[in-house]
């Protein structure tokens, strides 16, 4: 048997109906923003492989840092053990945060980032012996697949077989210049019970890369922090220059209380999360009692081998040739969106950073269901590029390695794409 026979044998895929789903493509290898199939064919990876990858597949510097700490750790138990690069990484990353963020916390991936902010701002009012039960998040958010994370997304064919089971979350609009008064309102309503706001800060990734306005953001984090509301900022996605500068936050004013990360905080290569926080948090834990102790953690808590991945991901990131190269993505994409955006068949193009989304024009049938998704996902595999539209939405989000002639690839076969399909 070859490799996609051996897979179907064995193997169940994420978000894949493995009845009517085509085989899978067995890659083999890759090499900075391509992947490559047993054929030798080359796929252009425009959406990092699910967002996380941000220096390009197999990066040899990477590979390196993880090797050298193979040798050296492999793992330890991070309760009552630390290690050189659990501690460097943390010292790193808070220096270049909002200053504000003084402590943070390891787990595993995006999810259960989320998972440990929630937690924490739920037990941070009852440790302060003033209950808050409340959650604010969103309308159509996505913050992760575990139940907490799932409860603070909003509810769609993803949640609907565990709606029931899912804690009650206040759902908002996101704001702009019309709602932002009501907003505020509905905030002060509640500030009371509410234990804390938790945003995807200017881009809402898998509800199709819907983007709204940092001023209004602004100024709901404002009232936020008026109103003695914490706020937890989901940078898993547009963490690390997604959005054209380090974090999305760096383009509001106010600092968030919390913040998560996964996804490019290894470049890709490896499994890591993790959560930051303010001190005042983390010296509301901070007791004789111990029940006032953060009981969460996770067997690979601050794996070494994972750090060692991130810290040489952070070596690359701050790098001026990947700012440089972040620059070169927006404006090619700027430039794109340029050209195309009055196409009869574009409803919208979005952009910010290195993201640039594409609505097609399908009178009512925008569904994550719909059957253009599928005919534009084979078309563009058939070219060798790998886009997975969110329904009638397309969305570029490549590694920051791309060439312009890979850049150009893509766009062409998606102007191809609005004459032909």
């Known amino acids: ?79 009552g053990f630390t290690h050189e690069g659990a501690v460097e990484l943390a010292e790193r990353l808070l220096a270049i945060l909002p200053d504000n963020q003084q402590k943070a916390f390891y787990s595993d991936n995006g999810s259960t980032a989320i998972e440990v902010a929630i937690k924490m701002c739920l037990q941070y009012w009852l440790n302060k012996g003033n209950q808050r039960t409340k959650i604010m998040a969103f309308k159509n958010a996505y913050h992760g697949d575990t ?52 945003f995807e800060p200017l881009v809402q990734g898998s509800a199709g890369m819907i983007m709204y306005e940092a001023e209004y953001l602004n100024q709901l984090m404002t009232h936020c922090r008026q109103e003695n509301v914490l706020m937890i900022d989901d940078e898993v996605f547009t963490g690390f220059g997604r959005t054209g500068k380090p974090f999305a ?13 996964s996804k490019g905080l290894t470049g890709g290569t490896m499994a890591l999360g993790l959560t930051t926080c303010t001190q005042e ?12 102790t953060l009981f969460h953690g996770h067997s690979f808590t601050a794996n070494p081998v994972a750090i060692a991945s991130a810290l040489a991901s952070l070596d690359l990131f701050l790098l001026p040739a990947t700012a440089a190269n972040i620059d070169r993505i927006e404006t090619s994409h700027q430039q794109f969106r340029t050209k195309i955006q009055n196409h009869a068949k574009i409803k919208e193009v ?38 997975r539209p969110l329904g009638n939405i397309i969305y570029i989000l490549p590694p920051y390695c791309i060439t312009n002639a890979e850049l150009d690839y893509v766009y062409s076969k998606i102007e191809h794409a609005l004459e032909e399909i």
């Open 281 to 292: 948090i983390y010296d509301a834990f901070l007791s004789d009692d111990k029940l006032k």
């Open 1 to 79: 048997m070859n490799l996609t026979e051996r897979d179907l044998k064995v193997i169940w895929h994420p978000y894949t109906q493995m009845k009517t789903a085509s085989p899978p493509i067995p890659i083999v290898r890759g090499e900075g923003a391509g992947l490559f199939d047993e054929q030798g064919k080359k796929y252009i990876d425009a959406v990092s492989s699910w967002w996380v990858n941000i220096h390009g597949h197999a990066h040899p510097y990477i590979a390196e840092k993880v090797s050298e700490q193979l040798h050296k750790l492999e793992h330890v138990i991070f309760a």
């Open 147 to 198: 139940f907490g994370a799932m409860a603070v997304s909003g509810r769609s064919a993803f949640t609907k077989a565990f709606d029931s089971l899912l804690f009650e979350v206040e759902f908002i609009d996101l704001p702009d210049k019309d709602n932002i008064e009501s907003l505020k309102s509905k905030i002060s309503n509640l500030k009371s019970e509410l234990a804390c706001f938790i």
């Open 350 to 387: 979005r952009q910010i950073g290195t993201i640039i989304a594409m609505e097609w024009e399908t009178g009512d049938n925008t569904s994550y269901f719909s059957s253009l998704r599928d005919k534009l996902y084979h078309y563009f595999l058939a070219e060798g590029v790998i886009l």
């Open 249 to 261: 936050c760096n383009h509001v004013q106010i600092q968030p209380d919390i913040m998560c990360f």
